[in-house]
């Protein structure tokens, strides 16, 4: 019986052993950050050990790392009531405290109107298409592009940027906020001070341990040239995926995007009969971002791109990462392409006019 194959990363990574290990180790710490004693500032050490990582990791030296349970929390407390404007592609997490009225081309590029009042990501989840920040963005979403491609917090010259632990290795309900300094945000959490000031409650001390470590992890993966050697594979899988499946639309190939990321469309086979189908086959994948997953429609992010709402909904994410080989990934295209060879069989005897 074949292996299954996580073809899934950008939804969420494998835990990192180095991640898992300083987990274990903070779960043998009983103090509590916030004291005073040496049980505490053993505790209270551990975490800004993390936070030194973590900034280290996003070239965010001299800014402020606040935790928080993931990027969306970071994204709220970013971006709440601020009155920001951002385009269609946005995560949720984000577009939910926007004016979505920016414009976006056919490459998935974004024109900022006034950059100072807007959010931008600098990496899609669905698509991978990598941005050109504008200087004196006031926020963008890190959250795919860290530990994926080169980049630094502090050249990038915006003012906050939202990061989560999974997506690099790290644990779930871990994320942090990247502040320039003398820049502040409205506490949504309240109550003890922790943070700063700017998210109440005790520690995730577990998580940002785990972060901590995956972040390290993943700035040493990245200057090793390990994404480089993946984006070798995503390049076989596309080849291979336009070799066998005639018809089929491959989103933002030859732009400049995530080393990891082939987003398909086969118009007329709908997004999540594809990913039931390759499931059944013995491949995690997804039919866009994964907090979208489950609600049947067509992708926003495509459309906004100016797809026809056909073809967005008729989409496949293939995210994949270091391990995944040249093997793995031709037997993926092998198996899609067999889906999509019954699925035109199917349109076809329905009268369908297919390309």
């Given at each position: 019986m074949m292996r299954r194959l996580y073809l899934d990363w950008n939804a969420s990574t494998p835990l990192r052993p180095e991640a898992k290990a300083a987990m274990g180790a903070a779960m043998d710490l009983c103090g509590n950050a916030s004291s005073i004693h040496a049980e505490g500032r053993a505790v209270r050490g551990l975490i800004e050990k993390a936070?030194?990582?973590?900034?280290?990791?996003?070239?965010?030296?001299?800014?402020?790392?606040?935790?928080?349970?993931?990027?969306?929390?970071?994204?709220?407390?970013a971006c709440a009531d601020r009155g920001l404007h951002c385009a269609g592609i946005e995560h949720d997490a984000v577009a939910a405290w926007c004016v979505?009225?920016?414009?976006?081309?056919?490459?998935g590029r974004v024109s900022l109107a006034k950059p100072a009042a807007s959010a931008l990501q600098l990496a899609n989840s669905e698509t991978g298409i990598v941005q050109d920040l504008p200087d004196g963005l006031a926020v963008s979403d890190l959250t795919q592009a860290f530990g994926k491609i080169p980049f630094a917090f502090n050249w990038l010259g915006c003012g906050m940027g939202l990061v989560s632990?999974?997506?690099?290795?790290?644990?779930?309900?871990?994320?942090?906020?990247?502040?320039?300094?003398?820049?502040?945000?409205?506490?949504?959490i309240r109550g003890g001070g922790q943070e700063m000031g700017r998210r109440a409650g005790t520690e995730n001390v577990i998580g940002i341990a785990g972060f901590g470590?995956?972040?390290?992890?993943?700035?040493?993966?990245?200057?090793?040239?390990?994404?480089?050697?993946?984006?070798?594979?995503?390049?076989?899988?596309?080849?291979?995926?336009?070799a066998l499946c005639p018809g089929i639309i491959l989103v933002a190939k030859g732009q400049p995007r995530l080393p990891n990321t082939v987003t398909v469309v086969a118009p007329g086979w709908k997004g999540e009969t594809q990913v039931m189908a390759m499931d059944l086959a013995g491949f995690a994948v997804s039919a866009g971002s994964a907090c979208?997953?489950?609600?049947?429609?067509?992708?926003?992010?495509?459309?906004?791109?100016?797809?026809?709402?056909?073809?967005?909904?008729?989409?496949?994410?293939?995210?994949?990462?270091?391990?995944?080989?040249?093997?793995?990934?031709?037997?993926?295209?092998?198996?899609?392409?067999?889906?999509?060879?019954?699925?035109?069989?199917?349109?076809?005897?329905?009268?369908?006019?297919?390309?």
């Open positions: 936070r030194a990582q973590v900034a280290a990791a996003l070239g965010a030296e001299g800014a402020d790392i606040v935790f928080t349970s993931g990027a969306t929390e970071a994204a709220a407390l979505i009225d920016q414009p976006v081309d056919r490459a632990a999974h997506k690099l290795g790290g644990p779930k309900g871990i994320g942090a906020l990247a502040l320039r300094p003398g820049l502040e945000v409205t506490a949504r470590a995956a972040a390290e992890a993943a700035a040493r993966d990245l200057a090793d040239g390990v994404w480089e050697a993946v984006a070798e594979v995503r390049n076989i899988l596309e080849e291979a995926l336009e979208s997953s489950g609600k049947v429609s067509a992708s926003r992010v495509l459309v906004a791109m100016g797809h026809a709402d056909a073809q967005a909904g008729s989409a496949l994410r293939v995210s994949i990462g270091p391990g995944i080989t040249r093997e793995d990934v031709l037997r993926f295209a092998e198996s899609y392409a067999r889906g999509w060879a019954r699925a035109r069989e199917r349109m076809q005897q329905a009268g369908a006019d297919l390309p």
